[in-house]
């Protein structure tokens, strides 16, 4: 080996170990610093025509594991996801009240069963009969203040979702501009690993917001995509948007870096983004279609009683609530009699219809049954009520009124049957509960019946993935004059060219309630964007009348209240029963009567039918039993979500633990290594001294 080649692979050892030493350092230094990797100097031989020639630094990178690396990303996209989830259920949970409570919300009807079971042992009592106004109202208002504040709680999670997709764009672009810096000091070889260290903190601060794929760039920096493939960073930073509105599902689209096609919904399944969808799409939205589903089946039991009584002097006049119906429909598909009784003020009758609905007859007085059929039910009724009393029809509501002054109405149910409800309870004609919208979307209809709705009307639904991106927009038109049967306007919904069909079907039950089931493998959810249908002239439309969409439902557990009437006047409450089995001049009903308050007292204890709502399915129980699943399914939720976020932080502590064994600092191991290179300048040194020696003695001897 010449002395030049000595002294240049000295000095090649030399650079390489103060290369060494000075990342060996930069470790040190930054041994506390959050985000830091610890980093080499690669070296590699030099080799000169085949003979080794000493050393080159062929750059200075950092000692990751991709493996592990993932791994953290992963569970931190996880543990946000479900830590979000887990702050908003509990938030939702405390809205209810401590179980154990005595103001816990699911106990407030036990309040209305012992106030109403107090005033039926003195009927008579004013002072008792308004305690059970204030407890039903009471619990009403509470279903009003927890419905408000879930829906507040939903807004909020709309905020946090726009803020979040904003914090995603704003990093994707902080990733993406560091790219050409990276590369720039690779090419140069020099050390990149502080702008590789400052993106990898932006890519764990993005995977928290929703699960990404990570690649290499060649040449340096990385590519980011969502997990269905899209570039989202790389070669420029696209743009995400969050897409909703208060009626449909919301996604995420991205509007890739020179795209020329549009945005890209983005299959996000993971991270904060995920937990907030979750949240604002299927978790709130399904308490509150549950709450409603809850306090409308308590109201239906309560008016149920209450229609098969009568206060005492009965009502000049009994006004229903809007069914969403013209009046022959609603009148259609009725069993079972019932009679309408004109009282004066001593409660004795005065004239009395009998109307028989399996018949489709009316007696007056027990006098000759007259046919009468839907189309003219109205007519025959104020032909029978005669001068004693009149009946009207006005936006879908029946009403019943005396004539003279003092002269009252009260009805005997008898065995008349709608859809399970007797004939003043389905017209709500004495509803001690009151509701701004429909209670229940058991409508009455049969697939015979006519739909109503104004043809050439318009509905607009989308179909939705479950994570919400959507599938298909349709826009469904309600048949001309020539279709007029709720069959008709099923086969224009589930039409597969025009409708729903290619992805699931809508179902009439036999209560009258439309429900969507989406088909596999798509298992496609339903939407309304808009809706311009009517029933009849100013109606509901199609999503109001069978609560279609978010919205109808959203707001139902808000919409009751006590009957205003009798919420001014205790006295109008319907406590006792008409008996129409009394002699001749014989009062029919009696102000020391207190079956009806003893009926009231009775309904929570009521089997009722529920619908599908939140993440229960279709139930028969006590209203008292579904309070408690409910009760029980909120808590649940809340648990399972806390369970899921202690996971996921456990996985996540655990994944970084190990993250950090590889990449991070050891004190010990630096200090072994810096020893080393420190020693291999030192020999390196002493090299470059002996060739100098040498040098020096040569030309000493050619002198």
């Known amino acids: 080996m010449s002395l030049s080649i000595a002294l240049q692979t000295a ?40 003979a080794g020639a000493g050393v080159d630094v062929t750059g200075v990178q950092r000692v990751t594991d991709q493996y592990l690396q993932l791994a953290s990303l992963t569970a931190g996209s996880d543990a946000s996801r479900f830590d979000i989830s887990s702050q908003f259920l509990d938030n939702a949970q405390s809205l209810f009240g401590d179980p154990s409570g005595a103001g816990y919300f699911f106990n407030l009807p036990d309040d209305v069963e012992s106030a109403f079971a107090s005033a039926a042992n003195d009927p008579s009592s004013t002072l008792l009969r308004g305690q059970s106004i204030s ?29 979040d997709v904003n914090k995603i764009n704003s990093l994707l672009k902080q990733i993406d501009a560091l790219n050409p810096a990276i590369q720039a000091a690779k090419l140069g070889g020099g050390d990149s690993t502080g702008s590789e260290n400052i993106q990898d903190q932006l890519v764990d601060q993005l995977s928290s917001l929703m699960n990404v794929q990570i690649a290499q760039r060649g040449g340096g920096g990385v590519i980011i995509r969502s997990a269905d493939g899209v570039e989202l960073a790389g070669d420029g930073a696209a743009t995400l948007t969050y897409n909703a509105t208060a009626n449909t599902k919301g996604y995420i689209t991205a509007l890739t870096a020179g795209a020329n096609a549009g945005p890209q919904a983005l299959n996000i399944n993971s991270g904060e983004i995920r937990g907030l969808l979750d949240l604002r799409d299927t978790q709130l939205p399904g308490i509150s279609d549950q709450m409603g589903e809850y306090v409308g089946r308590v109201a239906q039991q309560l008016n149920a009683a209450h229609n098969a009584s009568t206060s005492v002097p009965p009502p000049a006049t009994l006004t229903g609530r809007n069914t969403g119906l013209d009046l022959p429909t609603a009148v259609s598909n009725f069993s079972g009699t019932s ?22 007859t009316m007696s007056v007085n027990a006098g000759p049954a007259v046919a009468f059929t839907p189309a003219n039910f109205l007519a025959h009724l104020n032909t029978a009520l005669g001068a004693n009393g009149s009946a009207s029809f006005t936006n879908g509501a029946l009403s019943i009124s005396a004539t003279a002054a003092g002269n009252g109405v009260a009805i005997d149910e008898g065995t008349s049957a709608k859809i399970g409800q ?44 479950p994570d919400g991106r959507p599938i298909q927009d349709v826009t469904v038109t309600v048949p001309p004059v020539g279709q007029p049967l709720m069959s008709d306007l099923l086969n224009a919904l589930n039409s597969p060219t025009t409708g729903v069909g290619l992805y699931g079907s809508f179902t009439l039950d036999a209560q009258g309630a439309l429900t969507f089931t989406g088909n596999p493998p798509y298992n496609a959810q339903l939407s309304v964007i808009t809706d311009n249908t009517a029933r009849g002239a100013g109606g509901p439309s199609i999503s109001n009348l069978f609560g279609l969409g978010v919205g109808p439902r959203d707001a139902r557990a808000g ?15 319907a406590f006792s029963h008409l008996d129409l089995s009394v002699a001749a001049g014989q ?50 939720d809340a648990q399972t979500a806390d369970t899921q976020k202690q996971s996921s932080a456990s996985v996540k502590t655990e994944a970084d633990t190990r993250l950090q064994s590889v990449q991070g600092v050891n004190i010990d191991e630096e200090l072994v290594a810096l020893t080393t290179y420190q020693q291999a300048y030192n020999a390196n040194a002493r090299m470059i001294t002996a060739t100098k020696e040498l040098f020096d003695t040569l030309e000493n001897l050619i002198q």
Do not use: C, H
């Open 11 to 50: 000095v090649s050892g030399l650079q390489a170990a103060q290369a060494q030493i000075r990342a060996v350092s930069d470790n040190i230094a930054n041994v506390n610093t959050p985000g830091y990797v610890r980093k080499v100097a690669t070296t590699e031989q030099r080799v000169v025509a085949g």
């Open 135 to 163: 407890q039903l109202q009471n619990f009403l208002n509470e279903a009003n203040r927890i419905n408000s504040q879930v829906g507040a709680l939903r807004t909020t999670v709309d905020q946090n979702l726009n803020d």
């Open 339 to 360: 009679t309408v009784a004109i009282l004066n003020s001593s409660g004795v009758v005065q004239s009395q219809v009998a109307i028989d609905f399996t018949a489709g």
């Open 422 to 465: 007797g004939f003043s309870q389905f017209f709500g004609l004495n509803d001690l509960v009151r509701s701004s919208t429909f209670p229940t979307y058991d409508t009455g209809l049969k697939a015979t019946d006519n739909n109503g709705f104004t043809p050439g009307g318009q509905i607009q639904l989308r179909l939705a993935q």
């Open 559 to 573: 919409t009751f209240s006590v009957d205003s009437s009798i919420a001014a006047n205790p006295t109008e409450l």
């Open 587 to 636: 009062p029919a009903i009696s102000p020391g009567d207190g079956a009806g308050a003893l009926a009231l007292s009775q309904a929570v204890n009521q089997t009722t039918l529920f619908k599908a709502a939140g993440q229960l399915g279709n139930v028969t129980q006590t209203l008292a039993q579904y309070a408690a699943q409910f009760g029980g399914q909120i808590g649940r």
